[in-house]
Nanobody
């Protein structure tokens, strides 16, 4: 399974972006699908995740602003990001935790300017 992330770019503070992550190949079993981000000089952190059990997990810093969703038919997950802040600037990575381990997308850069 390969993941292709897209949708990043430059946006002004307060603006919105939607990230997409499409998976190629057949997904037989999965535990979670989600988005992580890594800002310069910082560790990669969880932003939002959907679990197989149906739970949605969000970092405290994005609750109420970001929404993760999934399109089963397209094998794609999305991250709708609203009210973007400077501190949201980072490279965003999608992650699928499958039966054979973690799969990562290539990363898409989100830059928020004030």
């Amino acid at each position: 399974v390969q993941l292709q992330a897209s949708g990043g770019g430059l946006v002004q503070a307060g603006g919105s972006l939607r990230l997409s992550c499409a998976a190629s190949g057949t997904i037989f079993s999965w535990s979670s699908m989600g988005w992580y981000r890594q800002a310069p000089g910082k560790q990669r952190e969880l932003v939002a995740r959907i679990t197989r059990g149906g739970s949605l997990n969000y970092a405290d810093s994005v609750k109420g602003r970001f929404t993760i969703s999934r399109d089963n038919a397209k094998n794609t997950i999305y991250l709708q990001m609203n009210s973007l802040k400077d501190e949201d600037t980072a490279v965003y990575y999608c992650n699928y935790n499958l039966i054979d381990g973690d799969h990562w997308g290539q990363g898409t850069l989100v830059t928020v300017s004030s």
